[in-house]
């Protein structure tokens, strides 16, 4: 009966931790994404008032440039669009036929419908909306917690709602806004943890050093100066740089100093490591964060053509790839997109022509443009294209074109053996274009889409990440060191060099590890060592001392020494990295300390650190309360670890 008590206990608390976990599924709060997507032409008609306030907002938080209200700039509905807007018998029927139509034009996901669809007045139940926003859009991450939201709230099954989560979590690296998003939002809540992580130790590590630092300062000075007096000279020392206008930054060179100095190999080891960390978390990761962040926002081109490889673009993207598209590729990649969306299969095969000059061997732009070849009735061509395309990768969907080409030239045996080819190579893929290849007669071919890697590649060659790191610099390094990393690296690397050369050579005086008393040759304290001389003879030469005066005596010591470690073990717990400073692991203070801050700043950020572009949805809170609880968890299991060895410690 107990141990059955037991388990229904740890169900319980199990149930508990994903009840929290997945509290955003059940918030569900609205966003203008059914208003701003109105004029796209997927969201049911509405208030025109709230189409252009929404579309406001939308271009707020993507960055992309929405027409003035009331003055939408009136453009050609795609093929997509025009499937999405025809009356079908049900739900199901027009999300089949919309998402035949999107990937014969290379939108694999739709993002524009399936944010109409959670968030639109559609018809149909929310499950039913929620499984078809991510038939969809099957990459957005939003999607996918909008269904699980669904299942948690309305059909009461969790584990569905539980895998529906981990299908969002996984599908943001198939998605090339989201993927850049969660990536530089994850970064910049990495910098502000190693940032702070780095600071608290070396800051630590300074406090637990300022007594002998301030005691051997006083030795540069006539006379003796009073304990305050050591203090406030120590003091004065260390606040110079801040003086000076370096800021907090400033402040840890005199801190690192000193815990180097005063310190043993594992610390001097560990804080030269915190150093390093202090220094990344304010130049390359920030910067590399804002790179990522700034992707789309601030690359007109790249959000132009992705928005119409989500078959969303405006007018005013068009415009902008149009005027690109002499000098960038990714332009002309875009404008063949849209072409081919807008059934110009002439323009689309002009383009494609040109963009295989620029990458002729790009699987992608290979079977697109055999694709449009194919529609044109140029049937060899097609062909020529596709096996082009197959010598660089044995593509499941280019396989599964070629097999639809060799059915409209009747070459039967070829369609046969190229579809049980496509079917080995990725089986379920082939599966679901069969499906959709059923709802009509026709002729289906599917396009691919703009890869991800080219928007990745395109965010790192960008230099836009420097004003997003100067930001996270400006209120702790507002000086010299806040403005060059070379700067910066020099001074650090000055301060290590000179602290190491003097904690070696310098003869710092320190307290007795029983006793606690100063030992300090200049004061005329006798040598320093571990244990001072009393308590040596008192410890290893017992005959030398009175028997009851060295019961009473070695009773206190036991008494001091209970009451630091109740004190430590305080200060463990209470003080993110002191656990391992105090237990002499600096290393695991060190790490203490990063996943202390990591899990404050995700939770503290848990919706972003800028704001979500509709993609994330619910997938971003629990992503970061996620890497929060588990930053949490490996802090505890630091410490623990932590105190434990020093209690296992003689």
Known sequence: MIAGHDRKGSSWLVWLMLALWLMPLAAGAETDARMALQIQGFAPAGNPSAEADGSTRRAAATGRTAPAPGKASPREATAV????????????????????????????????AALALIHGNVGGSPVARAEGAVALAPNLPAAHLSRARALWLHQEAPMD????VVDGLAAVGSHAEASLWFAGSGLYLLAAALLAGGLLTIVLAAVLAAPHAAHDLSHLVPGRPAGFAQAALLGAAMLTPLALGEGALGLALPALAIGVAYGSRRQRAALTLAAAVVLASLYPVPRLAGSLLDAFPGDAVARAAYSTGHGMASP?????LEAAADEDPLALRGLA?????????????ALYQRLLTHYPGDVVVLNNAANVRLDLGHVSSALELYQRALDVERSAVVLFNLSQAYGQSFQVDDLNRTLEAAQRADGEMIAQLASLQRTKNEGFVVDLPLGVEAAWTRALASASGEPLAAELRAPLAPGRLGHSVRDASAAFAVVLIVSWAIGARLRTSRFCSRCGGRQCAPCGNGVVRVVCEDCTRLFDHPEKTDRALRVQRIEELREREQRLRRLSTAASVLLPGAAGLLSDRPLRGLLGAV????????????????PDPLVAGAAAPV???????????????TVALTLRSREASP
């Open 81 to 112: 669009q025009r499937v999405w807007q025809e009356a079908s018998v049900s739900l199901e029927q027009r999300v089949e036929s919309t998402r035949r139509s999107a990937l014969e034009v290379g939108v694999w996901d739709l993002d524009a």
């Open 161 to 164: 709602a539980i895998r529906a």
């Open 316 to 320: 005013v993207d068009l415009a902008r």
């Open 337 to 349: 997109l849209h072409a081919r969306q807008s059934g110009h299969l002439g323009r689309a095969d």
């Open 595 to 610: 996943c202390f801050a990591l899990a404050l700043a995700a939770a503290m950020w848990r919706g972003g650190v800028v």
């Open 623 to 637: 992503a970061f309360l996620g890497v929060a609880l588990l930053a949490a968890l490996l802090y505890t299991a």
